[in-house]
């Protein structure tokens, strides 16, 4: 998948969160990535080429 991802995007990644979902908003953008679960509001961050493996399709740009 293309990074047509950008700060605010809404994002699905391929494994659910254990608040059950699998909807996450990306918060910062570097070498690693901040995302926030749109159920719980718990932040994660990641390295970029792990949230790459990771995102299954891109809601909201």
């Known amino acids: 998948m293309k990074n047509d991802y950008k700060l605010g995007s809404i994002v ?3 494994k ?3 608040c ?4 996450w ?3 910062r ?3 690693d990535i901040k995302i926030k679960c749109q159920g719980c509001g718990r932040s994660i961050m990641l390295p970029r080429i792990e949230f790459n493996k ?3 399709k891109i809601i909201k740009l």
């Open 12 to 14: 699905v990644m391929k």
């Open 16 to 18: 659910d969160h254990p």
């Open 20 to 23: 059950g979902t699998n909807e």
């Open 25 to 27: 908003e990306i918060t």
């Open 29 to 31: 953008l570097g070498a």
């Open 54 to 56: 990771k995102i299954k």
